[in-house]
């Protein structure tokens, strides 16, 4: 297996670890499957069931001006899907910090097409005019047809997943990182002397050991047992990820009966990565992934609390229904052969909730 550790375009250097495992990563980036998957749906165990492999550019930008990576505005770019989640959490810190100004953005279109004529890959293409899809734009940088093409642009020999979202360095022409969880990390801090909403700080560092908490069983249970449901090609892994994901959300119902947030009553980097997965659950995952024992609906708090997310300044603008339907609906066809996307729920979440109950 090759992975690529990015530093600068020039800096790229191709290696293979010992018994693949990166000393210097995270623990979420240290175990690699030994092939590296061309797509979520070749994310298979040998037991069926759905395994994510780990992100690859991992380069942090920081506030200190010295640094390869510097926090200046208007150097730094993030590729999104509107229709994927962990995109969407970068979109909304970016949103709810005020980097408006700092940092630009560019959504693809919501349903993979073919990226290559000499293969057979499907992924994220940028729309081809700038009316041929709402909300869909063109890569406003380096042309690019399609994701893919930026992976290439950054690394010659990248064999990894072309995954969004991608924050891509305009100077040194590069993939800065395209792991969500240190993207948010990097705007709820780093560009501080920047940012139209410094004050709000989403990690606090007395919540921070329950915030780290909370986001592992939520990613486990949740966020990513949503998928574990979807994708399972045998009845047995995909009665535990249902069995993982209902005993996490009752746990979520539970706390949310008591608290306006999932870690108090402070809004914090947790609630922003759980409210991208409920935002989607009855109009998708209800259906698509099969995670049809329960609907969010059915759960006053979480869906009470799911609104009153969506309904925090910058959040809604981060929310395209139309691309997230249209993206799961009709891009997995071995879960979705004709590609049918349901009528309903058509779900208003800027309708009135509850939450305010609680001081916050
Ligand atoms: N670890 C990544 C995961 C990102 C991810 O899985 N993105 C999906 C869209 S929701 C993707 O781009 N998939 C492309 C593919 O599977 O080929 C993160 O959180 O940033």
Redesign the pocket.
Known sequence: MICLLSSAKSHLLAFRPQNNVFPFLPH?CLKFNHQM???????MSDSGAFQ????TFRNLISRDPNSQFPAESGRYHLYI?Y?????S??LAFLKVKGLDKAISFTSVKPI?ERTKDSDE????VFAATPTEEPGADLDPLNGAKT?RALYELASTNYTG?????VLWDKKLKTIVN??????IRMFNTEFNDIAENPSLDLYPPSLRAQIDETNEWIYSGINNGV?KCGFARKQEPYEEAAKQLYDALDKCEEILAKQRYICGNTLTEADIRLFVTLIRFDEVYAVHFKCNKKLLREYPNLFNYTKDIYQVPGMSSTVNMAHIKR?YYGSHPSINPFGIIPVGPDIDYSSPHDRDRFSS
């Open positions: 979420s998957a061309r797509s979520a749906l070749d994310e994510r492999t780990a992100s899907s229709a994927c989640p962990w995109a959490r970068c993979w890959h499907m992924g994220w994701i997943k072309y995954t969004v979202p395209n792991e969500s969880a240190e993207i998928y993206h």
